[in-house]
């Protein structure tokens, strides 16, 4: 006879079936025993749902407002108890804004939408909004299930609606309702306005849009969801060459390093990047990518040349163990404890001391060295992520580009 032990032997090994045919009191009593691991405990609550006995619901309740116990298995409860309406003092309690298990505010906050409490509603179109797909679907689910019990208009009604979430929100629910969001193009937020064009279906009508497009942003926002819909190139050019070519001008930042910065990260920037990169990126003609093989030959005979004692080229994932980027790395000198980097993304290299020596080797090469001048300039209105965050980064960074 199986028991909750062989029924989960180990983490993600549980028989669900299994599981939802036990006894809904033994479930319940692993569930919150602390002794068991938190991924068996979490397998007896995921079996418990539709079938809480009432009897013991109170010792559920209370592992859930333990702020002690496992976060994984607080926040499984809060979905399993989302319709116990004796949570919500808790749940909208200041202390649940506070430091709590990871995870556990944007549970908190689901909960409270799924209760249907409507105070909720603009903290959960701050989750909506969020660049993370996790939290923005938490946010998203919080505030269909405000809807489904208040009605679109009194979830409206409980947001400011000065805010550019708030602005959101109130576009995907046209949109969902069968609206049209092109108006929603010449929102001044650049990620309302991506969001407006990213559920944009119907040709014709952006095409009307664009011909009469009351700012210079939504005409270049209605250009490139026709770009999407539609992938005709030269109607997009046309479109640039009538708006002036517009762009994010940058002091400092000349036309070779721009091109090769535009065509890396312009066609996939951060939501919140100004929509006239992502134009320049479809209307420009990308830089001749390098021959990399012979560009790194080139470095490391320049280096040895100088007499640098340089180690065999590296991929920046391989320096650093792990991820990848827009780089090679080039150790060098006594134990290679110095390296110097070339870029991917063109003629470019670079290092963190602005080696005098290694600089005049490789500029001799044919190389640009990019220094502390000109790396440290920020690319103003493009977003890029970088380590969970996603600010327009500096020039150094762009093309010595590495993410785990």
Known sequence: MPNI?????????????????????????????????????????????????????????????????????????LGLLSDRAELLPW?????????????????????????????AAAELATLAFSHWRTKRAIGEAGLDALVERHGVEAVLSALEGGRPEDRAVSVRMRHR???????????????????AESLLTCPDRVRAYLAEAPTPDAALWAAYALHRLTGDAAQTRAAYEALGRPRVEVEGLDEEVRRAIVHEYGHDCAKQSDPRWRIEALCT????????ERQLALATAA??????????????????????????????GEGGRSEVFISTLGRFAGDHEDDPAVRAALEAAGFRWIGGSTGSIRVTGLGVYYFGARDPLDIHTLLFYWQD
């Open 5 to 77: 032990e062989t029924l989960t032997p180990a983490a993600g090994q549980a028989d669900a079936a299994g599981l939802r045919a036990y006894d809904a009191d033994l479930l319940v009593r692993c569930a919150v025993d602390r002794e068991q691991p938190w991924w068996r405990r979490t397998a007896c609550v995921d079996a418990l749902t539709g079938r809480v006995p009432e009897a013991r619901a109170g010792e559920l309740l209370a592992c859930v407002r333990d702020t002690e116990d496992s976060g994984t298995v607080r926040k499984a409860l």
């Open 91 to 119: 749940l909208r309690h200041e202390d649940r804004r506070r430091k709590d298990a990871y995870g556990m505010p944007e549970a908190v906050l689901q909960a409270r939408g799924a209760l249907g409490d409507r105070t």
């Open 177 to 195: 309702a069968g609206g049209d969001v092109t108006d929603a193009l010449a929102d001044p937020d650049p990620q309302v306005a991506h969001l």
């Open 285 to 292: 003609e990308p830089p001749q990518p390098p021959d990399e």
């Open 303 to 332: 280096l040895a040349g100088a007499g640098l004692a340089p180690r065999a080229p590296l991929s920046c994932g391989e320096a650093h163990r792990q991820g990848g980027g827009t780089y090679h790395v080039i150790r060098y």
